[in-house]
């Protein structure tokens, strides 16, 4: 696998140069101490796997991998624990904190020759979906409804919120079609949780959450439900 190493402090770059070259499969293909050179480089070479610090000056590691139009295979070494959960919601490989051993360093590569495949997030009746702690497996029958805000869902439960990186126009086509309907541009409904529609306008949920019902879904919606 092709690697290039994006970190600012030199003894970085030795300490993965050095477990790079013990690593069967790994070579480097190039190395930089700032974001702004490896974008350029990227742009016109395939690499394999991106080690990816995060604070450097100009533009930081979490900045540069969003900015990226397709990203390789991304691990993370940093210092800075704080940023874990960003680096997990930008489905980076694995998050190495400075600093790591080599047989840390080879975990973190293992991950990747395995594949890293993407969990689905759909299975049957399920919805899988990422969290701090790792895949949280959610019933999609214990799913009230969800709201949308640009590339962020919530999703509400009985029990507790969750807030995931994804479209709400993707997460739909994931879900059950007989249970969850579009009722307004921002919001799913689970129709087993519809108490009853308010001045024509509005859904009322079981838990009384009043939820919009925008003219573009109406239609479908009132046919859903029983006409």
Known sequence: ???????????????????????????????????????????????????????????????????????????????????????????????????????????????VRSGNMPIPESSAGNLLIKDKQGTLVLKQQHIIYIEGCRDYVKIFTAEKPYIIYHTLRGLLEKLDAGIFIQSHRSYIVNKNFINRIYNNDTLVLSNQTFIPIGQLYKKELIAAIGG
């Open 1 to 111: 696998m092709k690697c290039i190493i994006v970190d600012d402090e030199p003894l970085a770059h030795q300490v993965l140069e050095h477990y790079i070259g013990q690593t069967p499969g790994l070579s480097v293909a190039s190395k930089f101490r700032n974001a702004m050179e490896a974008f350029e480089y990227l742009n016109k070479n395939h690499v394999d796997l991106l080690f990816l610090d995060i604070e450097m000056p100009l533009v930081n590691g979490i900045q540069f991998l969003k900015a990226l139009p397709k990203p390789p295979k991304t691990i993370f070494t940093t210092a800075y624990k704080q940023y874990a959960y960003e680096g997990f919601e930008l489905d980076a490989v694995d998050y190495l904190l400075k600093p790591f051993a080599y047989d840390r360093f080879v975990k973190a590569v293992d991950k």
